[in-house]
């Protein structure tokens, strides 16, 4: 016979693991209007991490996005993108990247890449942002032929003023 104090972890290691199981099956998208119980449900997902939808199952692969920066002096111009050796600091700025998908922040974080991208390049006077998304298809269409594509959504140019 298990114990209280048995019973209760146990308790709530099947509620944490059905929170996880239903953010991962999409629970939000389930209701047009969150009802009481899934806005707490959500809080706690937020709160616990049990609130990732763990997308990469999903049938759909994300778009990913990559920027380019395009460094000009008024007699040369450089072509490059903000890379390095260590995998790790890529990843971190390709995480970065991804919040380009969000409309509202497009502008701020174009300007914050621009900027630091001409600390970087003191020499240059001007920069122009790319961000580049790569449009994936879904299964039924990669079938059908449909093959991924660059499309640039988002071109901002930068001038240093003095």
Known sequence: MLSLKHRFWL???TFHLTVAALHAA???????????LLKQLTAYGDFTGTGN?????????????A??????????????????PNTESNRRIQTIYNFFSIEEAQPLLA???????????PTSNMVRVTVIDK???DMAAFR???????EPFLVKDFRVTR
Not at 53 to 65: D, L, M, R, T, Y
């Open 111 to 121: 300007k914050s890449c621009a900027a630091y991208m001409l600390r970087q390049h």
């Open 67 to 84: 920027v380019v920066y395009t460094l000009a002096d008024g007699k040369h111009q450089e072509v490059t993108r903000l890379e390095g």
């Open 11 to 13: 308790f709530i290691a």
């Open 53 to 65: 939808i763990f997308s990469f199952f999903a049938p759909h692969v994300g778009n990913e996005i």
């Open 144 to 150: 059908a032929g449909s093959q991924p594509r660059w």
């Open 135 to 137: 449009k994936i298809p």
């Open 26 to 36: 999409h629970l939000e998208e389930w209701f047009d209007e969150k009802p009481w």
